[in-house]
């Protein structure tokens, strides 16, 4: 595998003594920590199949934090794309916005369909194959901007960025007007091999994260998805038990999949990574108890072309990263692996540290 700067200037993750191992690591997550204030600009941005999306526009700050106003130019703007049950306000994208801001970039945190902002807006539910969302948002944005683009995914996001990327490299066409301008992308533990996740959550320890996802989504259940009366019946009479099959009984049919290997099979980003072409930096840890090492190393690993570039690591859970100072490791790596590929402004330490 070709090695890419980003992948030789990230320091070693040194984890927080009190947080150690992946379930803890992931764990951390759920802390309750003050978080930066942003004032964003909200935009409706309409999706090719007539749904709505909500996105959430972070202005670049001046070191004295006051919002420099509407650019031109040659200014970055980078997309950020939240996991399962999160949204725009989700902690990760919080304080990465805020750091690509203090940088000079622009920065739009994306509510997917049925989530945040778009919780009564939306149609349809989102699911882990919407990459075309990702590339309307895309597209919305190069629409209002002139400098490159970049676009970050966490988790579920992160299979559909790559999934949008392994696509678009293989069929271009002239509605993604973007792709020439796209020049990074940055995904973190991304569910590249859905089957292999979902069983992974039926084993051991890992149940509880099942059940975790489970109550979230049912307690968050879209709107639209109650318009249909089955779903009620469902509810009401026998609800999913596990995250497999909640995604077999409700988000294939709901979705127009047959049942949930349909789904998972359609929609995993393994099968399109290999024609990756747009420069892609993908972190996850080994120790990830939702996201099994296996999708990354081994016999049953999905292929990546060398344009996406693995940064493995042993230690930080499922988007936890909480380094020994109490700070996300990954924020930094993030923050530098974006101001290195546009070339903007000062780099701070890739440790996670203010």
Not at 90 to 106: E, H, K, P
Not at 174 to 197: E, G, H, M, T, Y
Request: aromatic residues 8%; hydrophobic residues 35%.
């Amino acid at each position: 595998m070709k090695t890419s700067q980003i992948a030789t200037s990230v320091p070693p993750f040194l984890p927080h003594p009190l947080w150690r191992g992946g379930h803890l690591q992931t764990l951390a997550t759920l802390r309750s920590g003050r978080s930066p204030v942003l004032r964003p600009i909200p935009h409706l941005v309409p999706t090719r199949d007539d749904d709505t999306i909500v996105l959430h526009e972070d202005l670049p700050t001046l070191p004295d934090d006051e919002p420099r106003g509407e650019f031109a130019g040659s200014t970055p703007s980078v997309l950020l794309v939240h996991g399962l049950c999160g949204c725009h306000r989700s902690s990760y994208m919080v304080r990465i916005a805020d750091r690509l801001t203090r940088r000079g970039i622009r920065v739009f945190r994306m509510d997917q369909r049925g989530c945040g902002a778009a919780t009564k807006l939306s149609n349809q539910i989102t699911h882990a194959g919407r990459s075309d969302d990702c590339a309307d948002a895309l597209n919305y944005i190069a629409a209002r901007t002139d400098g490159p683009l970049g676009v970050a995914g966490f988790s579920m996001g992160g299979n559909q960025v790559l999934r949008m990327l392994g696509h678009r490299s293989v069929h271009p066409s002239s509605d993604n007007d973007f792709f020439d301008r796209l020049i990074a992308a940055f995904v973190v533990a991304p569910p590249v091999d859905l089957a292999c996740c979902s069983r992974h959550m039926l084993t051991g320890l890992r149940r509880v994260y099942s059940r975790y996802f489970l109550k979230r989504l049912l307690r968050g259940l879209p709107h639209v998805a109650r318009r249909h009366q089955w779903v009620d019946d469902l509810l009401a009479t026998a609800p999913p038990k596990t995250l497999w099959d909640f995604d077999d009984r409700l988000t294939a049919p709901l979705a127009g999949f047959k049942d949930a290997m349909h789904y998972y099979d359609t929609c995993s980003a393994r099968r399109v990574t290999g024609s990756i072409r747009t420069p892609t930096c993908l972190v996850a840890a080994i120790n990830d108890p939702i996201v099994p090492v296996t999708c990354f190393q081994g016999d049953q690993a999905a292929e990546f072309s060398t344009s996406a570039q693995q940064v493995l690591v042993p230690g930080g859970g499922h988007l936890g990263f909480v380094d020994r100072r109490g700070n996300c490791w990954i924020d930094g790596v993030a923050e530098t692996y974006f101001s290195t590929q546009f070339g903007v402004g000062s780099i701070s330490s890739a440790t996670g540290e203010p």
